[in-house]
């Protein structure tokens, strides 16, 4: 009718730069910042325990946003992730024990993992499957036999010693100020891989993913790329790795065998494969599952079933075995993992009523 306004229905997207954006509306955007700024507040809030929890996610969380490169963005296979999260570990404990400041052997040591991780990614540009399944697992092995031999680098049976944070001369020290430093590299990172993944490069990663053959085609350099991912994964693994020698300022060879690599599999499988905001999801359920775990034993200790099942002497077994059945269980019922489902709560409640 004549005089009326037409509102416009539906979500219109008229330029390419609007389709990559980061945040698909104001809000998502406000409600980050918001988050961010209430997280910061944590240290005055909580207890150290709790704090500790965090800076563990944060710190997994770095790692595991490298393996989602590969596996998630770009479908390749690795299970020797957490070797290079040693090898981080390992050199950015080293740097810092020859006078280099710690504020920069961490991405230091980011780059030479990162190195690492090219040598041992070339594989992936002639294997795939099951193949390059074996072929990270030798590098797996090969950088924990490097760990135990390389006295003058790991220290061999002795931890190697790392030295606390610091920043123009400030030592930090105590989980209520590594928190912050946490927080830093934790948002750098994400960012950085955000906007990796709107570019040509990170389309280019998709694209192998979903159909290398046509990847090929298109003119995509599929051993560029393949070798690339691991790069990029070895980075972040590196400077987790460096986050966390910091943190414990004692690095031990035993923190980084094979069933650390599954766990890393298992936060970014159960956050959803290629999703940068599940990867963070997955991380923090996988941390606090041990921990649920050891409460219910607790809650259990004295009862009928803990008579008849041993719960709280077998709390190790319950972990392991409680992280399997979860991966399997998400691997049925849900997939795309917990990103997915949290995309499926916030169209429900967006549309409610009309839900359907």
């Not at 280019?204 to 979903?210: P, Q, W």
């Not at 719960?311 to 319950?318: A, G, P, W």
Request: proline content about 3%; overall charge positive.
């Amino acid at each position: 009718m004549a005089g009326q306004t037409l509102l416009p229905a539906g979500d219109y997207r008229t330029s390419y730069a609007a389709d990559t954006t980061i945040f698909p509306t104001t809000t998502s955007r406000n409600m980050l910042i918001l988050g961010i700024v209430l997280v910061c507040f944590a240290p005055y809030v909580l207890k150290e325990y709790a704090l500790s929890l965090l800076i563990q996610i944060g710190i997994f969380g770095i790692a595991a946003l490298g393996l989602n490169i590969v596996v998630g963005f770009t479908g390749q296979i690795s299970i020797g992730h957490a070797a290079f999260f040693g090898f981080g570990a390992f050199t950015s404990a080293y740097l810092s024990n020859h006078h280099i400041p710690v504020f920069f052997c961490i991405p230091l040591a980011g780059f030479i993992t990162a190195l690492v991780g090219l040598i041992f990614g070339l594989p992936a540009a002639r294997l795939k499957g099951l193949y390059l399944a074996i072929a990270t697992l030798a590098a797996q092995f090969i950088l924990l036999d490097f760990f135990g031999r390389a006295e003058w680098f790991t220290g061999g049976s002795a931890p190697a010693l790392a030295e606390p944070f610091s920043i123009f001369g400030k030592v930090i020290r105590g989980d209520k100020q590594y928190f912050y430093v946490v927080l830093a590299y934790l948002i750098v990172c994400y960012v950085l891989v955000t906007n990796l993944m709107r570019t040509r490069d990170g389309r280019a990663l998709v694209a192998v993913r979903d159909h290398y053959l046509s990847a090929e085609i298109m003119g995509i350099n599929l051993t560029k790329y393949r070798t690339l991912s691991f790069g990029l994964a070895a980075f972040f693994a590196g400077v987790a790795g460096g986050l966390y020698a910091h943190y414990n300022q004692v690095v031990s060879n035993e923190g980084f065998g094979i069933d650390r690599s599954i766990i890393f599999l298992a936060m970014i499988i159960i956050g959803g494969l290629g999703s940068i905001m599940g990867t963070l999801m997955g991380t923090a359920f996988m941390v606090l599952l041990p921990e649920s775990m050891e409460w219910i034993t607790s809650a259990m200790s004295g009862s009928t079933i803990d008579h008849y099942l041993g719960f709280k002497n077998n709390i190790s077994f319950l972990r392991e075995m409680s992280i399997g059945v979860i991966i399997i269980v998400f691997l049925i019922f849900e997939p795309d993992g917990l990103a997915h489902r949290w995309r499926q709560i916030k169209a429900y409640w967006k549309l409610y009523p009309f839900s359907h």
